[in-house]
């Protein structure tokens, strides 16, 4: 049963832009976030987002440059990614914990989506 689908991902050139979607089939009141894997490398944190969306974290890679949000009713978790880098080339990953735990450990998402690729070029 697929809960988490992501979407948004593709292909800009240095300096762009692109925002991710993942529609989540339930309700989670614990963390959600983005997840990111570039070839050859671990999974890292992007962002994540509090329940009620007041506490957001970033890595420090992408802090002032990506935006995490959600609707309202958390049906819909979004990453706004701007002036883009060839270094945030990966896979995209978004994620939810159903059972709460550390924002900054792998393990407290248990829920993962398929993944979306975003590629950008020098």
């Known amino acids: 049963q697929v809960q988490l689908v992501e979407s948004g991902g593709g292909s800009v050139q240095a300096g762009g832009s692109l925002r991710l979607s993942c529609a989540a089939s339930r309700y989670y009141q614990y963390w959600m976030g983005w997840f990111r894997q570039a070839p050859g490398k671990e999974r890292e944190i992007v962002a994540v987002i509090s329940e009620n969306g007041y506490v957001r974290y970033y890595s420090d890679s992408v802090k002032g440059r990506f935006t995490i949000s959600q609707e309202a009713n958390r049906n819909t978790l979004y990453l706004q990614m701007s002036n883009l880098k060839p270094d945030d080339t990966a896979m995209y990953f978004c994620?939810?914990?159903?059972?709460?735990?550390?924002?900054?450990?792998?393990?407290?998402?248990?829920?993962w989506g398929q993944g979306t690729q975003v590629t950008v070029s020098s």
């Open positions: 994620v939810a914990s159903s059972s709460g735990g550390m924002w900054r450990k792998t393990s407290t998402y248990d829920h």
